[in-house]
T-cell receptor, first 113, second 110 residues
Framework: SQKIEQNSEALNIQEGKTATLTCNYTNYSPAYLQWYRQDPGRGPVFLLLIRENEKEKRKERLKVTFDTTLKQSLFHITASQPADSATYLCALDMEGGSYIPTFGRGTSLIVHP | DADVTQTPRNRITKTGKRIMLECSQTKGHDRMYWYRQDPGLGLRLIYYSFDVKDINKGEISDGYSVSRQAQAKFSLSLESAIPNQTALYFC?????????FGPGTRLTVL
């Protein structure tokens, strides 16, 4: 069956360090992968999208990689700040398909001052 | 960001009651979705609609129904609420490959 895995344990890091979150998937051939940020009690907010033919995408302090061989995406936040503390969700979608993304359960990031 | 709004934001109800959650959007998007989120389970799709005349079931549609009254409005109904429908409910629209979520409705069924 299709599965998306994100680390259920919270990631705790010190301010200024690079946070790295992982999204693994099985039995998918996604056309693209998205990352969202969700703050407690609020709706997810889109951050970045990376397509299957892209290895890396950057936006300010954010970097996403996509390895279709390993079936894995890594999400990096450099120079992390306490304001980056949130839950980060990955979502997979199929090109020209159903427009029905499948979301992972998310990983909580806590950045300590 | 008030592009996608949901009402009510919080609701406490009793088992067996009929409940309607409303979603409105000003983004002009055709695609709209209803999700529920439970601790540890992530976002699960209830229903989706790609235009006013299109309604589709998601992975957990049992016990729910929807109405797409207009391009801008997509309502979710619980015909007879039960306690395991206690959750955080999100409406979302989609433009291209990006989804835009509403602020959520926290529903508690006693």
């Amino acid at each position: 069956s299709q599965k998306i895995e994100q680390n259920s344990e919270a990631l705790n890091i010190q301010e200024g360090k690079t946070a790295t979150l992982t999204c693994n998937y099985t039995n998918y051939s996604p056309a693209y992968l998205q990352w969202y940020r969700q703050d407690p009690g609020r709706g997810p907010v889109f951050l970045l999208l990376i397509r299957e033919n892209e290895k890396e995408k950057r936006k300010e302090r954010l970097k996403v990689t996509f390895d279709t061989t390993l079936k894995q995406s890594l999400f990096h936040i450099t120079a992390s700040q306490p304001a980056d503390s949130a839950t980060y969700l990955c979502a997979l979608d199929m090109e020209g398909g159903s427009y029905i993304p499948t979301f992972g359960r998310g990983t909580s990031l806590i950045v300590h001052p | 960001d008030a592009d996608v709004t949901q009402t009510p934001r919080n609701r406490i109800t009793k088992t067996g009651k009929r409940i309607m959650l409303e979603c409105s959007q000003t983004k002009g998007h055709d695609r709209m979705y209803w999700y529920r989120q439970d601790p540890g389970l992530g976002l699960r799709l209830i229903y989706y609609s790609f235009d006013v005349k299109d309604i589709n079931k998601g992975e957990i549609s049992d016990g729910y129904s929807v109405s797409r009254q207009a391009q801008a409005k997509f309502s979710l109904s619980l015909e007879s609420a039960i306690p395991n429908q206690t959750a955080l409910y999100f409406c979302a629209t989609r433009q291209g490959s990006e989804q835009f979520f509403g602020p959520g409705t926290r529903l508690t069924v006693l």
